[in-house]
């Protein structure tokens, strides 16, 4: 799936939260609930369709930081270049609002993820 053929929109306090997307990324849902609700949380739908193929959570720590608490990639779309699509939309959403670190936490064990991170962010 192609940049273009994505849409990104913030999620409103009306809408629905893709719990199931997010479980991919976090183990329960009360895991999700410690930072959903304190966090701007961003669905992606394919153009032609309504449901979410992706979501990212962005909760802010200061006003200079920001930590990507879930970043999570429906299984079928998995590998067709979405999730970095998101790390970019989070670049630039971290630019609009003047964010200078953009803070990522994951397992230690969850080696395909910190290499996808390492790839997209520079580390010192």
């Known amino acids: 799936m192609k940049e273009s053929d994505c849409r990104i929109n913030k999620l409103q306090s009306k809408d ?10 976090d ?15 961003y669905v992606v739908t394919k153009k032609e369709e309504l449901q979410p193929v992706a979501v990212f959570a962005l909760c802010k720590i200061s006003e200079t930081e920001i ?5 999570a990639v429906a299984e079928v ?4 270049g979405i999730g970095s699509c998101l790390i970019s939309e ?5 630019k ?8 990522v936490g994951t397992r230690d064990s969850a ?3 910190i290499n996808f991170y390492k790839k997209k962010f520079r580390f010192l």
């Open 90 to 94: 989070i670049k630039s959403i971290a």
């Open 16 to 25: 629905d939260i893709p719990f199931d997307l997010l479980l991919l990324a």
């Open 67 to 71: 930590e990507i608490k879930n970043i």
């Open 96 to 103: 609009r609002k003047k964010i200078s670190n953009i803070i």
């Open 27 to 41: 183990e329960t849902t009360e895991a999700i609930e410690k930072y959903i609700f304190k966090s701007d949380v």
């Open 111 to 113: 080696l395909r993820q």
């Open 77 to 80: 779309f998995q590998g067709k």
